[in-house]
């Protein structure tokens, strides 16, 4: 059922180590109204804890594929392991943005900037740390990546860290519950009708 008030897209992005994640888990357990995340799929298999339809949508290559030659996503790319896929499915985000609801992406830069061809509209923000060196420093203390894989994580890094300029607001993540604040307030003051 469509409503009378569109959704809106927020799409937020940040390099590896920056805190996104415990951010966004922060700013979902008391969301602002209609706030929906989207959930996305990879060809990836499921980490130990992870649930099908919540963590990510699970897919085989082939399924992976089918959906990408019939336009199913609204972005999808190689990602860090260059053997698997993640995408967003048109079918987490379209409907509810018919229904009015808002829907929350957590995609890397290059796929931002797919969507924000499309969505022009999208509210975007950038999440990242205060430098390099903090950065690093978390990365390093997860205990969990090979120094192969942390240098990997750190080019990538300054990548997308360039591209912070293209979206709408940044946000400094050296306080979570300052950074859940400062998004709640960039969500709050988007739902303020702009002047025609």
């Known amino acids: 059922m469509a409503n009378d008030r569109p959704g809106k897209l927020v799409v937020v992005s940040g390099p590896s180590g920056a805190g996104k994640s415990t951010v966004l888990r922060r700013l979902l357990a008391s969301p602002p109204p209609e706030l929906i995340p989207s959930v996305s799929a990879t060809t990836r298999p499921p980490r ?8 990510y949508h699970f897919l085989t290559p082939e399924q992976f594929e089918d959906l990408r030659r019939s336009d199913g996503f609204l972005e999808c790319f190689q990602v860090f392991e260059r053997d698997h896929w993640y995408g967003t499915p048109r079918s987490e985000v379209e409907p509810r943005l018919t229904e009015g609801k808002w829907v929350l992406l957590e995609i890397d830069v290059q796929g931002a900037r797919q969507v924000m061809r499309d969505f022009p509209d999208a509210i975007t923000i950038f999440i990242h740390t205060r430098d390099m060196n903090e950065l ?3 990365l390093r ?7 192969e894989h942390i240098q990997r994580r750190l080019e990538r890094a300054r990548e997308e860290i360039a591209a912070a300029g293209e979206y709408d607001y940044q946000v400094v993540n050296d306080d ?3 950074a859940v604040r400062e998004i709640r307030t960039i969500l709050t003051s988007s739902e303020k009708p702009k002047n025609v």
């Open 176 to 178: 979570v519950d300052v």
């Open 141 to 147: 203390g997860r205990n969990t990546e090979t120094q």
């Open 48 to 55: 130990p804890g992870e649930i099908d339809g919540i963590d």
């Open 136 to 138: 690093e420093s978390r």
